[in-house]
């Protein structure tokens, strides 16, 4: 329990330092910064699940439900990489794609940490 607060809090502290954005900011770079605090939050509960498993306290089952949804959360990070490459090089102002995928990547890793929560936490 200690480690999960301690990542949540680590979380939030990247979270205040990558989402420092001022009143210029475009959506493209809030989105990078919005994608690099995922990465970060992500980067966490994998390592804290790495901990987990190394030390024998998951099943089979767990382990592929766990890899199963940080496959979506792959995927989800490659569409919004490519939403993103694809705004900046079009230099227009339409971010709805960005907005799209970086939503689509947020739901991905809310479905992530829920399960690794689930089982870190067992």
């Given at each position: 329990?200690?480690?999960?607060?301690?990542?949540i809090f680590a979380s939030f502290i990247v979270a205040v330092a990558v989402l420092?954005?001022?009143?210029?900011?475009?959506?493209?770079?809030?989105?990078?910064?919005?994608?690099?605090?995922?990465?970060?939050?992500?980067?966490?509960?994998?390592?804290?699940?790495?901990?987990?498993?190394?030390?024998?306290?998951?099943?089979?089952?767990?382990?592929?439900?766990?890899?199963?949804?940080?496959?979506?959360?792959?995927?989800?990070?490659?569409?919004?990489?490519?939403?993103?490459?694809?705004?900046?090089?079009?230099q227009t102002k339409d971010s709805a794609d960005v907005q799209a995928a970086n939503?689509?990547?947020?739901?991905?890793?809310?479905?992530?940490?829920?399960?690794?929560?689930?089982?870190?936490?067992?």
């Amino acid at each position: 329990m200690k480690r999960l607060t301690l990542a949540i809090f680590a979380s939030f502290i990247v979270a205040v330092a990558v989402l420092d954005t001022g009143c210029g900011s475009t959506p493209a770079e809030v989105a990078y910064k919005g994608e690099a605090l995922i990465i970060q939050s992500i980067d966490l509960g994998m390592k804290l699940w790495a901990d987990q498993v190394n030390a024998g306290n998951a099943t089979q089952k767990q382990v592929d439900e766990v890899k199963a949804a940080y496959n979506v959360y792959y995927n989800a990070q490659q569409a919004a990489k490519a939403a993103l490459m694809k705004y900046l090089a079009s230099q227009t102002k339409d971010s709805a794609d960005v907005q799209a995928a970086n939503a689509a990547v947020v739901n991905a890793e809310n479905a992530l940490l829920s399960i690794l929560n689930q089982f870190i936490l067992k």
